[in-house]
């Protein structure tokens, strides 16, 4: 899922409090939608975006396999769940994103085996959207240097790790062209 505009036009305009706010609300956002939907195993957030992994069988079962039902539905209940958390805050500040808030989806069907080598993808994603702006994480504000992964803990209540990026680095792999994350501790 990936907040439509939200960089691009209303990050831009918001100050570091608001953005911050609105991150957290996604955060809360994705906790809501892993309890709405059974087939969420896991989510991700960072940014705009949530990533989620559903679980094949439930889709199966309870979609017929079509992932464009559970797609849409989820996308819907996104925008409805942010756009009520943001309207909660009564916040003037962010009411032009309030009035605009919508996401878009996309959906791919990975194996099992898969789903690690998925989240490693989007986590490096993540700590690449830092570098592609050509901004140091050491400017960035503490906030900024997390993705929140989301997963049920032993008491099966759902809770958000953080993933700190400031003792990491991204290195390219140009035989490959694939990035990997390495800790700059043991790396130097």
Partial sequence: LDGVKFTSKYYKKMTEGNRKTVVGLLV??????????????ISYVCSDEISLIL????????????MNKIISTITSQT??????????????????????????AKAYNIPKNLVETYLKWRLIGCK?????KNQKIENKKDWEKFGFLITKNSDGEWIDISTDFSDKRIIKQPQNEFYQLVNDKKSK
């Fill in 55 to 66: 679980d094949g069988q439930e889709i199966h079962s309870n979609y017929h396999n079509r």
């Fill in 128 to 132: 690449k959207l830092i570098f592609d």
């Fill in 28 to 41: 809360k956002v994705a906790k809501e939608l892993c309890k709405t939907f059974n087939s969420i195993r």
């Fill in 79 to 104: 925008t409805l769940f942010i756009y009520q958390e943001l309207k909660a805050t009564k916040n003037p500040d962010l009411e032009d994103l309030c009035n605009n808030c919508v996401f878009a």
